[in-house]
């Protein structure tokens, strides 16, 4: 069975910066193109940014410029450094494969606030 655990967030004020990182237990992540989704406060969750098997990345406007998905295969987890943040970035962020989910790990929570 395959366990995603995501950390790294926190309280951060407008303008700083954050990285999260996911791990997993169970599967080789680089088999597979991941993600970052987020889930505001009241609100569906939504993709962040993906990366390729391949490495190659996408990131959504809201974040493009921002946010920096990057993976290391030889540690077997993917990554999220997020820059610049701004209270709309207030949310529990995860990571999972972008086709046919795992199970959904905890997140972690980013909280963007002054």
């Known amino acids: 069975q395959v366990h995603v655990v995501e950390s790294g967030g926190g309280l951060v004020q407008p303008g700083g910066s954050l990285r999260l990182s996911c791990s997993a237990s169970?599967?080789?992540?680089?088999?597979?193109?991941m993600a970052w989704y987020r889930q505001p406060p009241g609100k569906e969750r939504e993709l962040v940014a993906t990366?390729?098997?391949?490495?190659?990345?996408t990131h959504v406007d809201s974040v493009k410029g921002r946010f920096f998905i990057s993976r290391d295969n030889a540690k077997n987890t993917v990554s999220l450094q997020m820059n610049s943040l701004k209270p709309e970035d207030t949310a529990v962020y995860y990571c999972?494969?972008?086709?046919?989910?795992?199970?959904w790990g905890q997140g972690t929570q980013v909280t963007v606030s002054s």
């Open positions: 169970g599967t080789i992540l680089s088999w597979y193109a």
């Open positions: 990366i390729s098997n391949g490495g190659i990345t």
């Open positions: 999972n494969r972008r086709v046919t989910p795992f199970s």
